[in-house]
């Protein structure tokens, strides 16, 4: 039998707003870059299925935070929507506050302890229309927003986080078309990189004034590096990767600067960002006291060839390629790599590095499509390959927590499957199977799984399991 998990090990599961709330202009919600996006082109979204089409939270989470207690969970993370608590950037909507409320204590009354984050990808239009996180207001924007939702859920919310994989709205929505507002630009990104670090510490600033009950973090989507061999030009080309892809959040967000390899990268290409006087001691400011790490697959590079390097760069691929590492295992699905050992890594990193921070798990899954295929007579899901790659994660964090990793929970993605940005309903992720025609949530097989998991606190392993019924 495997050794149990520390006493108060976080399980839970994972989500965002809009993802999951729904109510899209209800209760004096007003539109995101995603809302907006879809009305104006429709057909870049999988099967029509656009931000309206969520889980319908806002409506339900009455029932749902029952059915996170059905199977054990003792926390849950999700996020405000900026667009439904403040409307129009400055007025506090007094139903937002209500339905807020409302939610977390349900949680809580639950025992499920509710860790908010405060941005998942969800630019409100308003703030878009004035340039987003190119626009240095955006930073004091950030700031109001977030001092006031730790003012009216403070007392219920003692996990925040400020940012949900910050580097990725900066890739997808400066470096390709998969988040608006789409542009190719890599000086753009980097500005926007910069004023998102600066709007992350100025929120652990308003945090750190207000002096409330909890703790404050950052959700950064932290991957090992893997170099293709040990010669020196492919080495050079991991440590780029690591400092651009993992180092550029994760220095500032636990040392409050930027790493020296960055800041030189970024001079010798002419792509340092714009700054003002004080952005250097802000930074410094916004050091926290917890890691949230998305975790799904590792990033693995070799050498550009010398002959097709641009200087200066045009693009990320000239400072690092992708290696197509032979013996990979992949989830065909999703495209991604599936490597459990990677997650050990990272927690090794954390704690040799970053002076073994306390980090949880905030995000691990994997997406399969047409799941219906595997459902028995009731309708059950039998997702032994869900349970398989969670069993062979958690295997490895609890390695790295034997070997004095400060890792104090971990959360699937996600609770209920959920909307997908651009892929919609494509792929599914949930414990929760989502009939999408009823809004109906049945528990799949590994929601049974996870249930007697958390209850001994120690895994279980498939071949030990035969329940889903």
């Known amino acids: 039998m495997a050794n149990p998990f520390p006493e108060h090990f976080f399980w839970g599961a994972a989500t965002s707003a809009p993802q999951s709330e729904g109510g899209q202009y209800e209760g004096g919600r007003s539109a995101s870059t995603w809302d907006k996006w879809f009305e104006l082109e429709p057909e870049n979204f999988n099967s029509n299925q656009g931000p309206k089409n969520t889980t319908n939270v806002f409506d339900r989470y009455k029932e749902d935070t029952k059915l996170m207690s059905d199977i054990n969970l003792n926390s849950y993370r999700t996020s405000i929507s900026w667009n439904r608590l403040l409307p129009d950037g400055k007025t506090l909507n007094p139903q937002a506050v209500q339905y807020y409320r409302d939610y977390f204590k349900r949680l809580r009354d639950q025992g499920v302890e509710p860790i ?10 308003w703030l878009m229309e004035k340039g987003g996180w190119e626009n240095r207001e955006s930073i004091d924007h950030f700031a109001f927003y977030a001092r006031i939702a730790f003012e009216q859920f403070g007392d219920l919310v003692h996990y925040w986080t400020t940012f949900n994989e910050p580097i990725v709205h ?79 959040f994760l220095e500032p967000t636990v040392n409050g600067e930027y790493p020296e390899h960055l800041i030189t990268l970024l001079k010798d290409n002419d792509l340092l960002p714009h ?28 050498a550009v060839p010398t002959d097709e390097v641009n200087h200066p760069a045009t693009s990320l691929g000239d400072f690092s390629r992708h290696y197509n590492w032979p013996e990979k295992k992949m989830n065909p699905y999703r495209g991604w790599e599936i490597y459990p050992e990677g997650i050990y890594d990272i927690a090794m990193m954390i704690k040799e590095d ?3 921070i306390p980090f949880y798990i905030s995000e691990n899954g994997m997406g399969v499509s047409e799941e219906e295929r595997f459902a028995d007579d009731k309708g059950i899901i039998q997702d032994d390959y869900r349970i398989e790659f969670i069993y062979d994660h958690l295997a490895n964090v609890q390695k790295a927590i034997d070997a004095g990793a400060n890792c104090f929970g971990y959360h699937l993605w996600t609770f209920i499957d959920c909307w997908s940005w651009l892929n919609g309903y494509r792929n599914r992720y949930g414990f929760y199977r989502l009939i999408l025609e009823t809004g109906e949530r049945i528990p799949k097989k590994s929601a049974f799984w996870i249930k007697d998991v958390i209850q001994q606190n120690q895994l279980i392993k498939l071949n030990q399991y035969d329940k889903g019924e």
């Open 275 to 302: 700054t003002l006087d004080g952005d250097k001691e802000l930074i410094s400011k916004g050091k926290v006291d917890f890691l949230g790490v998305n975790y799904y697959q590792p990033i693995r590079v070799e």
């Open 170 to 248: 900066v890739t997808c929505g400066y470096l390709g078309e998969y988040h608006w507002p789409k542009v190719n630009n890599l000086k753009r990104a980097v500005q926007v990189a910069h004023h998102t670090n600066l709007a992350h510490a100025a929120a652990v600033v308003e945090f750190r004034k207000l002096g409330i009950e909890g703790k404050i973090g950052n959700i950064l989507n932290l991957s090992p590096v893997y170099a293709k061999s040990n010669q020196a030009e492919d080495l050079q080309a991991k440590l780029n990767a690591e400092t651009l892809h993992v180092k550029s």
């Open 354 to 356: 970053y002076g073994n």
């Open 116 to 125: 908010i984050n405060l941005f998942h990808f969800d630019m409100p239009w």
